[in-house]
């Protein structure tokens, strides 16, 4: 007995060494890294300003394909930036092991520093991973949920539970779609309601209302088809 009580002693001792130890120490790069910190991104947007003033007008972008997606089109050099127009690669970028990947938005008149959550890519990769075991078909409901779009039967995928996104945006998880191109989306309908119950805002049939999510916060919604609005004011995904 006398030896049993010594051994639940030191275990609720290092229990208690290692809670204080927690206590303690900050919290390593890799968990700094999946908070999109307001300073960082106000720091790349010095640097980019600065880069662009000194390079004629020339941005410290990635060549992509000219049908990339508009969200993930103009991906930061970071090696153009560091260390002439700021010191380092801040922690939440990817390069650095955060889960961001920095890009810029309205190249043309205004090149606006925005971040682009790589998880959802992540989460993509294992669909396509599986679709690519099926031969590239993805087993989908026989009706769809929109224009060419469809929801995906995930137990036909060999997954025993759905495949979601935590959303930047709330603490909704957000469910993915498949579209008639063999890709999948994010479904991001949940957040858009809630911004359209919420705020009086100015939107009507035909415009993409993505950007209601793009003003609320430095991260992009990609991986998603452009959205509007009905005759209800509901969200819907544009024909496309």
Known sequence: MKLLHRKRTIVLLLSLVLLLTGCMYPKDEGESGNIPYSEHVESVQKAVDA??????????????????????????????????????????????????????????????????????????????????INNGYIPHKAEAIGNNIYEI?????????????????????????????????????????????????????????RKLLEDISPVLPAYSLPYTVNENNEPVIMDW
């Open 153 to 209: 039967d995930y137990e036909a995928m060999g997954f025993e539970n759905q495949i979601t996104v935590k959303s930047p945006y709330s603490d909704n998880f957000l469910p993915l779609v498949a579209g008639g191109d063999g890709n999948f989306y994010v479904d991001y309908s949940i957040d858009l309601q809630r911004i359209l119950n919420e705020k009086q805002v100015d939107v009507k049939p035909g415009d993409d209302i």
């Open 51 to 132: 880069y662009r003033d000194s390079q004629g007008g020339m941005l410290p972008i990635k060549t992509t394909e000219l049908d990339t997606d508009i969200y993930i089109k103009y991906p930061i050099e970071f090696s153009k930036l560091v260390p002439a127009y700021t010191e380092k690669i801040p922690s939440s970028a990817y390069e650095k092991g955060g889960i961001f990947q920095y890009v810029l938005m309205d190249v043309e008149e205004n090149p606006t520093v925005k971040l682009v959550d790589l998880r959802v890519a992540e989460r993509i990769r294992e669909l396509n991973l599986r679709k690519n």
